[in-house]
């Protein structure tokens, strides 16, 4: 059944403007060019005004202002090339012992930790070091005391969902141009690959190199402070931040305030401390001032980030990391019991309740095998939760190799998404196989699935199992069944793909699609279906103002028929789409 007589479809068209003082970085930070030839300055993405209904099927609005979105968030780091971003840092801390935090790494404005030889995890919003020297195990300031070392920066990568409106996915890797060893201490320092932590009320250590209050005096020497991790329900009540985190990120601080980092210490850890094994479980992100009542410090949730982490480090640079190798390993089948002459053997002693496939209570098994066809690297693939989160990915693959990658993962809705660059899917000796806890979800050989093919697992409304889509030419995402609207997005980028950003988010709150950072002059294609009682909102928005150039355009089909095809948004677009809307 088609959903056409159904289908509202509403389009709000934006307008470009001259930037303001709101804008939330420089083109410095951002890596982007300075300058643009014939472009007015850029602007970020803000609501529109009322507009006017140009059918009963499709009604355009225009922007009629420049009010701002939401009250600005401070960003706790600067712009390195410039300031050097030490105005504000922990504030209601110590100063650390020297080989109390061996990981530590001084960026120079920011901080970061050394989370594998040659391996640096930051904050996206810090910026590029690529080139750059950092100091590792640093204790002063742009010091190598105390066993520190200096070491140059030769590779820099940006989490690929980072946002730089929300401060989503706010990660960065630097790869050093030398493995390095900080002698004088015994401290290890390991990555945090579980959902569940931090709980609500943890102890966490947050350190960095700075003042001792907002807008006070400097500090040279590394500091720390003892804060407690916050729900995430408490973190969105109104008194706070009003439901600006997302799962993604997670806020500590202590109760009246007090404590907390600033300014000038993200990218820097927060870590669980039991003895000398410390758990990263977050990156200093962002937060309204600094050590305010009801204003928590927010932290990246380095869990999130995972399964990224371990594609970037792991498969593309090949380091010889502890964490890569895959996540939590189900452990291995009991062994046979005895047999039965005497004298019996005790039976086991009672096991706490576990999840499915031997994984921990609350966790599901997640095994994924593909072998490539004579193009691997065409061959690419993701697993993500409905939140957006990645928990798995591979990519860069030989041909004619087989890859498996199986962890445990916390019980919910995914999709795992296979991609394939040239559109025409695995060839008749590429295969591959989803196992959930042990059962085959779905298991595919010699598949033209186009460019793209995602099938639902876990825990989903309307289930997984079957639920394998493709992603050709055809805007296909669904047949249109009566309880599912299928949904194709087709994006083709202009000279300047940076400068779109792009979110389907449903009324019930479920983040679908949130994607920037797109490439120059490149195809993407997103693909759901959306539940027949459910109404979303699809922005697409331009950070310059002038749309997508030719041949740049988007298309929307919704349920085989197309309502958009173009490029010509101005500084974006909105579309409502549903049954009932």
Not at 462 to 475: F, I
Request: hydrophobic content about 25%; overall charge negative; aromatic content about 8%.
């Amino acid at each position: 059944m088609k959903y056409s007589s159904l289908l509202v479809v509403a389009l709000l068209q934006t307008t470009a403007y001259a930037a303001d003082q709101n804008l939330r970085r420089t083109a410095v930070e951002s890596n982007k060019p300075l300058e643009k030839p014939n472009k007015q300055a850029p602007h970020k993405h803000q609501p529109r005004g009322a507009g006017k209904s140009q059918s009963g099927m499709v009604t355009y609005f225009t922007m009629d202002g420049k009010t701002n979105m939401k009250e600005k968030k401070e960003k706790k780091g600067s712009n390195h090339d410039g300031d050097d971003g030490r105005d504000n840092r922990i504030v209601g801390g110590s100063q650390s012992d020297p080989g109390e935090f061996p990981y530590y790494v001084d960026l120079g404005g920011c901080g970061g930790s050394l989370i594998a030889p040659n391996v640096v995890l930051t904050a996206a919003h810090c910026g590029s070091y690529q080139g750059e020297s950092v100091v590792v195990g640093a204790y002063r300031y742009d010091s190598t005391a105390n066993n520190a070392v200096r070491v140059s920066v030769s590779a820099d990568v940006q989490h690929p969902n980072y946002d730089d409106f929300t401060t989503a996915n706010d990660f960065r890797l630097l790869r050093l141009a030398q493995d390095v060893t900080v002698g004088g201490s015994n401290v290890v320092l390991s990555i945090n690959e579980q959902f569940s932590r931090p709980s609500n009320g943890e102890d966490l250590t947050v350190l960095g190199l700075g003042t001792t209050s907002e807008d006070g005096n400097e500090a040279n020497i590394l500091r720390d402070v003892v804060v407690q991790a916050i729900s995430t329900s408490t973190c969105n009540q109104p008194i706070s931040y009003g439901g600006d985190i997302e799962d993604n990120m997670f806020c500590a601080g202590v109760n009246g305030g007090g404590k907390d980092s600033c300014q000038g210490d993200s990218g820097g850890p927060i870590v669980i401390r039991n003895g000398n094994q410390h758990v990263q479980v977050g990156v200093v992100s962002w937060g309204d001032g600094c050590a305010r009542p009801n204003k928590p410090g927010v932290y990246a949730r380095v869990s999130s980030a995972f399964g990224w982490i371990e594609q970037v480090v792991c498969d593309q640079w090949n380091v010889n990391a502890d964490f890569c190798g895959g996540g939590t390993t189900p452990p291995p089948p009991s062994p046979t019991p005895p047999s039965p002459p005497p004298p019996t053997p005790t039976p086991p002693s009672p096991t706490p309740p576990s999840g499915g496939g031997g994984c921990p209570a609350g966790e599901m098994e997640f095994d994924f095998t593909i072998r490539t066809d004579e193009w691997g690297w065409e061959t690419s693939w993701e697993a993500t939760r409905s939140s957006g989160s990645k928990v798995a990915s591979g990519s860069n693959y030989e041909s004619n190799r087989t890859y498996r990658k199986n962890k445990c993962i916390p019980e919910a809705c995914y999709t795992l998404t296979i991609f394939d660059d040239y559109g025409d899917g695995l060839s008749s000796d590429g295969n591959y196989e989803l196992k959930v806890n042990g059962q085959v979800v779905e298991s595919k050989s010699g598949i033209d699935f186009g460019y793209e093919r995602s099938i639902d697992f876990g825990s989903c409304s309307g289930g997984g199992g079957d639920g394998g889509s493709d992603g050709g030419g055809s805007g296909g995402g669904g047949s249109g069944s009566s309880s599912c609207l299928p949904i194709t997005l087709n994006l083709r980028t202009d000279d300047y793909g940076y400068e779109t950003d792009l979110f389907l988010l449903t009324d019930t709150g479920e983040l679908v699609w949130n994607a920037n950072g797109f490439a120059d002059n490149k195809d993407y294609q997103f693909s759901t279906c959306l539940d027949s009682s459910e109404c979303a909102t699809l922005d697409i928005f331009d950070e310059w103002g002038d749309g997508i150039e030719s041949p740049g355009y988007i298309k929307l089909v919704v349920d085989g028929t197309t309502y958009f095809n173009g490029g010509d948004i101005g500084g974006g677009i909105v579309f409502r789409i549903g049954g009932n809307c």
